[in-house]
């Protein structure tokens, strides 16, 4: 087992760089509102995984203070978000954010 | 304040009353208040009668005089002219005595005349008024002791005499009359004023002691020159008021005013206002100024004369006699005769107001008839005017007798004396142009006498159309009735004969002198005695002479020194030889001199001017008396002189050719200048700013509005531009952000390497 690479930060780092990014690919694609509020949940799962990296990294407790309240907060916007997203689709009939453009000019 | 001060003030301001009551008021009054006149000026002749008394008769003191002042204005330091405080005040010595009694008689007598001679006139009250503000003007001459306050009373009297020359306005002629008569008089007062500012430039005061004073302490810091130019300029004042030569033309124009104002104003008083200022101002006139205004007398005197024996209207020949006899008293101030002048000036102002007075009284019986060749035969109609008139005439031509002559030979031995003293052969010119004039004076009254009150009336001979004046019923009569004219002039009521009565008997000798031959004799010449010069060689004299005597080297100008010497001898023992007789001790020797002569001169001046008054009458006797000498057949034998004559010496043509027609060019090349070159600037300056305004106009509206339009439009724009980044789309912005941060980190990065 010596020959395999142990675990370390720069794993962390790539796997939370490749959530990011799959949370900008939904954010930017996906016309789904409720598609885009997950990518925005991976990007912030993305930022608590590099906190928690750099938390057991560095040590010290601040990294995972700082996600947990991350999480609160997260779960708090997405209240907000789901809300958000269900009188949109009251008044346009649809949950498609490209339709959703009347404050545009 | 001296008693006499306070009354005079009262007399001063009577007139003044009198015209404010009846300017505003006289509609109201009953008889349009002619009675407050004459009232209040026997209020004020009986006051000036009581200071006349106190002062000649009780007092009889030749150095009398009360003065008294206050401060008026006082402007404090003004910067440039230096302290500047006006005062004004009162004199009283026995020359304004004298005056101040003269003229409220007169004005008096007049007032009383008037209210016959003007009875129904439609502006009789107004009449009135002006004679009161006249009276007050002529009195607050007489009365001022500064210059600056003469000078407004001066103004004052042009003021009213205009007003009463213009009294009849209707007629153009009385409107041309004023305004000639103003406009002459107002070369002179600039003149006068000229010189009033010679002297404040010096002293920084009006008051005739103060600079009299600084005068004869020699404080006069600039030439001689100046001082004779002063007082020339002061003189000019009076060749303004009293029509001598240079500006004399006003004063027979002036005749178109009511002949009662003719008296008062242009024979007695007003005129010999100038002869008083001159009087007053005596004593600061250097020899070179005398001798131009001894000339300037006499030359006047002599043109007058000549003029006046050719004229018909009956007022012009006494306005010409009068500038004639305003000659002689300025020819007698310029001589040094100062005593004469004056007296001559006093009893001039009772014959001359007595003759115009008669005159009045013909032309109201004649129904305004002025041409004396339309009247004759009026002694039988007339006795008192007659009477009257004659006696008048005697003393203006000067015969013994009567007051005129006493007056007359004084000037007449003061110029022989003068011409003595100075020694020139030009100056025989002033006694003899005087002696000349003396005959004609004679010969003019005697052909007035004669062609007005003698022979048979001629009022039917008037041509019927060559009637300008007067009453339309009047040439009626004339044309179709011999006798009816001359049976309708009667003798004038007694309002207007009493007047002439008091006047006739103030030109007797006995008023003013015991001795008929001597008017020196007189309580007139002993009172009013000629004072010493502040200016003038006396001075120098004294500075010199020490220092010439003690210089040895100066041998060659002994003779000079010793006539110096004798000339102040014997002007010493005149000085003991006149105060053993008491009579009057001269400072200066010149005026010592003079004096002396003009006594020497004095019997010699009565042969001449007694023979030359008899020549003229009796040649006015053979012309129209016994017409020896046919007067028309000789003025068509000497028609140019006649009509150079006739025509008053052409001076009205020549001032038109002149000065009328220079003042209209001089006013024609202004308006040109006026309407070319200053309406030419303006509308220049006019024309830039409408130019300068349309490049305003075009710079606001394409650089200033262009800024604000170009602002507004590149906001516009931009705004245009960002608006298309404005989707809506949410993940537009997030690819934006991205791309913004994405450009950050190049950024960031790209300085990190570098």
Redesign the interface.
Same mark, same amino acid.
């Given at each position: 087992m010596e020959h395999l690479i142990p675990i370390g930060l720069n794993h962390y780092l790539t796997i939370s760089a490749l959530l990011l990014g799959f949370g900008?690919f939904a954010?930017?694609?996906r016309k789904n509102a409720i598609v885009?509020l997950m990518g925005v949940e991976l990007i912030l799962n993305a930022a608590n995984i590099n906190f928690l990296a750099f938390s057991k990294y560095n040590g010290g407790i601040g990294g995972v203070m700082f996600s947990l309240f991350v999480i609160v907060i997260a779960a708090a916007e997405a209240a907000i978000a789901l809300a958000i997203v269900i009188n949109i689709f009251k008044i346009f009939k649809s949950v498609d954010?490209?339709s959703?453009?009347?404050?545009?000019? | 304040m001296h008693s006499l001060i306070q009354l005079s003030i009262v007399v001063l301001l009577l007139p003044l009353l009198s015209f404010v009551i009846l300017i505003f008021f006289n509609r109201r009054l009953p008889r349009r208040g002619d009675f407050i006149g004459v009232g209040i000026l026997g209020t004020a002749f009986a006051i000036s009668a009581y200071i006349f008394w106190s002062v000649i008769v009780q007092t009889y003191d030749p150095a009398f005089r009360v003065a008294w002042d206050f401060t008026w204005i006082d402007l404090g330091k003004v910067p440039g002219i230096g302290p500047l405080q006006i005062k004004m005040g009162i004199v009283i010595d026995n020359l304004t005595a004298i005056m101040l009694a003269m003229v409220t008689l007169i004005s008096l007598l007049v007032h009383l005349y008037s209210t016959g001679y003007m009875a129904g006139d439609k502006n009789y009250g107004r009449y009135f008024a002006f004679l009161g503000i006249f009276t007050f003007s002529m009195l607050g001459i007489v009365l001022s002791d500064n210059l600056f306050s003469i000078y407004i009373f001066w103004e004052l009297v042009g003021l009213s005499s205009y007003l009463l020359i213009g009294f009849f306005f209707e007629k153009d002629s009385a409107a041309d009359a004023q305004k000639k008569a103003f406009l002459a008089n107002r070369v002179g007062d600039i003149g006068m004023w000229l010189g009033i500012l010679i002297l404040y430039s010096q002293f920084h005061t009006f008051s005739f002691e103060q600079i009299y004073a600084n005068l004869a302490a020699g404080k006069f810091a600039m030439s001689n020159a100046w001082l004779t130019a002063a007082g020339l300029l002061l003189f000019m004042g009076c060749v303004g008021k009293s029509a001598q030569f240079p500006l004399h033309i006003w004063l027979p124009d002036a005749m178109e005013g009511p002949t009662p104002v003719s008296a008062l104003i242009h024979a007695a008083t007003m005129v010999a206002a100038g002869v008083y200022f001159v009087a007053r101002i005596f004593v600061l006139l250097t020899p070179d100024a005398l001798h131009v205004i001894a000339f300037i007398g006499a030359f006047t005197a002599f043109m007058a004369a000549t003029i006046a024996i050719t004229q018909n209207d009956i007022k012009r020949v006494l306005a010409y006699s009068t500038v004639s006899q305003l000659g002689y008293m300025v020819l007698g101030l310029g001589v040094g005769a100062y005593s004469a002048a004056l007296f001559h000036l006093v009893t001039h102002a009772f014959f001359k107001a007595c003759l115009f007075l008669g005159s009045g009284a013909i032309i109201h019986a004649m129904h305004h008839e002025q041409d004396m060749r339309w009247m004759g035969g009026l002694r039988k109609h007339m006795p008192w005017t007659f009477a009257t008139f004659t006696l008048a005439t005697l003393a203006l031509a000067g015969l013994p007798l009567t007051s005129g002559f006493m007056s007359k030979d004084a000037i007449l031995a003061g110029a022989i004396g003068f011409a003595n003293v100075e020694g020139g052969g030009v100056y025989y010119l002033i006694p003899a142009l005087g002696f000349f004039s003396a005959m004609l004076t004679a010969f003019y009254m005697g052909r007035q006498i004669w062609l007005v009150f003698f022979g048979e009336s001629r009022t039917h001979l008037k041509p019927a159309d060559n009637h300008h004046h007067g009453h339309d019923a009047h040439s009626a009569h004339g044309a179709h009735d011999d006798h009816h004219g001359a049976h309708e002039v009667h003798e004038v009521s007694w309002n207007m004969r009493a007047p002439l009565v008091i006047l006739a008997v103030l030109s007797v000798f006995i008023v003013y002198s015991p001795n008929p031959l001597d008017g020196a004799e007189g309580w007139f010449m002993k009172m009013i005695r000629t004072p010493a010069t502040v200016v003038g060689p006396a001075n120098h004299n004294c500075a010199a002479l020490p220092a010439q005597t003690t210089s040895p080297l100066m041998a060659e100008a002994l003779p000079a020194v010793e006539t110096h010497v004798a000339t102040d001898a014997h002007a010493v023992s005149e000085v003991e030889h006149a105060a053993a007789k008491g009579e009057h001790a001269f400072a200066d020797p010149r005026q010592a001199e003079i004096a002396h002569a003009a006594h020497a001169a004095h019997f010699p001046a009565i042969y001449i001017s007694s023979i030359m008054v008899v020549l003229g009458i009796s040649f006015a006797g053979i012309v129209f008396v016994f017409r020896i000498i046919d007067p028309d057949k000789t003025a068509e034998a000497i028609r140019p002189l006649y009509l150079f004559s006739l025509n008053k010496w052409y001076w009205d043509e020549i001032y038109q050719a002149t000065f009328i027609k220079g003042s209209v060019l001089l006013s024609k090349i202004l308006s040109w200048f006026d309407t070319n070159v200053i309406d030419g600037i303006v509308n220049g300056v006019a024309v830039l700013v409408r130019n300068l305004a349309f490049a305003n106009n075009s710079f606001d509206k394409y650089v200033v509005d262009g800024l604000v339009n170009f602002t507004a439009f590149s906001v516009n724009t931009t705004g245009a531009v960002l608006?298309k980044l /404005?989707?809506?789309?949410? /993940?537009t912005y997030?690819?934006l952000l991205?791309v913004v941060l994405f450009g950050y980190f190049v950024f960031y990065f790209t300085r990190l390497i570098y």
């Amino acid at each position: 087992m010596e020959h395999l690479i142990p675990i370390g930060l720069n794993h962390y780092l790539t796997i939370s760089a490749l959530l990011l990014g799959f949370g900008l690919f939904a954010v930017m694609t996906r016309k789904n509102a409720i598609v885009v509020l997950m990518g925005v949940e991976l990007i912030l799962n993305a930022a608590n995984i590099n906190f928690l990296a750099f938390s057991k990294y560095n040590g010290g407790i601040g990294g995972v203070m700082f996600s947990l309240f991350v999480i609160v907060i997260a779960a708090a916007e997405a209240a907000i978000a789901l809300a958000i997203v269900i009188n949109i689709f009251k008044i346009f009939k649809s949950v498609d954010i490209s339709s959703v453009d009347t404050m545009k000019e | 304040m001296h008693s006499l001060i306070q009354l005079s003030i009262v007399v001063l301001l009577l007139p003044l009353l009198s015209f404010v009551i009846l300017i505003f008021f006289n509609r109201r009054l009953p008889r349009r208040g002619d009675f407050i006149g004459v009232g209040i000026l026997g209020t004020a002749f009986a006051i000036s009668a009581y200071i006349f008394w106190s002062v000649i008769v009780q007092t009889y003191d030749p150095a009398f005089r009360v003065a008294w002042d206050f401060t008026w204005i006082d402007l404090g330091k003004v910067p440039g002219i230096g302290p500047l405080q006006i005062k004004m005040g009162i004199v009283i010595d026995n020359l304004t005595a004298i005056m101040l009694a003269m003229v409220t008689l007169i004005s008096l007598l007049v007032h009383l005349y008037s209210t016959g001679y003007m009875a129904g006139d439609k502006n009789y009250g107004r009449y009135f008024a002006f004679l009161g503000i006249f009276t007050f003007s002529m009195l607050g001459i007489v009365l001022s002791d500064n210059l600056f306050s003469i000078y407004i009373f001066w103004e004052l009297v042009g003021l009213s005499s205009y007003l009463l020359i213009g009294f009849f306005f209707e007629k153009d002629s009385a409107a041309d009359a004023q305004k000639k008569a103003f406009l002459a008089n107002r070369v002179g007062d600039i003149g006068m004023w000229l010189g009033i500012l010679i002297l404040y430039s010096q002293f920084h005061t009006f008051s005739f002691e103060q600079i009299y004073a600084n005068l004869a302490a020699g404080k006069f810091a600039m030439s001689n020159a100046w001082l004779t130019a002063a007082g020339l300029l002061l003189f000019m004042g009076c060749v303004g008021k009293s029509a001598q030569f240079p500006l004399h033309i006003w004063l027979p124009d002036a005749m178109e005013g009511p002949t009662p104002v003719s008296a008062l104003i242009h024979a007695a008083t007003m005129v010999a206002a100038g002869v008083y200022f001159v009087a007053r101002i005596f004593v600061l006139l250097t020899p070179d100024a005398l001798h131009v205004i001894a000339f300037i007398g006499a030359f006047t005197a002599f043109m007058a004369a000549t003029i006046a024996i050719t004229q018909n209207d009956i007022k012009r020949v006494l306005a010409y006699s009068t500038v004639s006899q305003l000659g002689y008293m300025v020819l007698g101030l310029g001589v040094g005769a100062y005593s004469a002048a004056l007296f001559h000036l006093v009893t001039h102002a009772f014959f001359k107001a007595c003759l115009f007075l008669g005159s009045g009284a013909i032309i109201h019986a004649m129904h305004h008839e002025q041409d004396m060749r339309w009247m004759g035969g009026l002694r039988k109609h007339m006795p008192w005017t007659f009477a009257t008139f004659t006696l008048a005439t005697l003393a203006l031509a000067g015969l013994p007798l009567t007051s005129g002559f006493m007056s007359k030979d004084a000037i007449l031995a003061g110029a022989i004396g003068f011409a003595n003293v100075e020694g020139g052969g030009v100056y025989y010119l002033i006694p003899a142009l005087g002696f000349f004039s003396a005959m004609l004076t004679a010969f003019y009254m005697g052909r007035q006498i004669w062609l007005v009150f003698f022979g048979e009336s001629r009022t039917h001979l008037k041509p019927a159309d060559n009637h300008h004046h007067g009453h339309d019923a009047h040439s009626a009569h004339g044309a179709h009735d011999d006798h009816h004219g001359a049976h309708e002039v009667h003798e004038v009521s007694w309002n207007m004969r009493a007047p002439l009565v008091i006047l006739a008997v103030l030109s007797v000798f006995i008023v003013y002198s015991p001795n008929p031959l001597d008017g020196a004799e007189g309580w007139f010449m002993k009172m009013i005695r000629t004072p010493a010069t502040v200016v003038g060689p006396a001075n120098h004299n004294c500075a010199a002479l020490p220092a010439q005597t003690t210089s040895p080297l100066m041998a060659e100008a002994l003779p000079a020194v010793e006539t110096h010497v004798a000339t102040d001898a014997h002007a010493v023992s005149e000085v003991e030889h006149a105060a053993a007789k008491g009579e009057h001790a001269f400072a200066d020797p010149r005026q010592a001199e003079i004096a002396h002569a003009a006594h020497a001169a004095h019997f010699p001046a009565i042969y001449i001017s007694s023979i030359m008054v008899v020549l003229g009458i009796s040649f006015a006797g053979i012309v129209f008396v016994f017409r020896i000498i046919d007067p028309d057949k000789t003025a068509e034998a000497i028609r140019p002189l006649y009509l150079f004559s006739l025509n008053k010496w052409y001076w009205d043509e020549i001032y038109q050719a002149t000065f009328i027609k220079g003042s209209v060019l001089l006013s024609k090349i202004l308006s040109w200048f006026d309407t070319n070159v200053i309406d030419g600037i303006v509308n220049g300056v006019a024309v830039l700013v409408r130019n300068l305004a349309f490049a305003n106009n075009s710079f606001d509206k394409y650089v200033v509005d262009g800024l604000v339009n170009f602002t507004a439009f590149s906001v516009n724009t931009t705004g245009a531009v960002l608006r298309k980044l /404005q989707t809506g789309k949410v /993940q537009t912005y997030v690819a934006l952000l991205l791309v913004v941060l994405f450009g950050y980190f190049v950024f960031y990065f790209t300085r990190l390497i570098y």
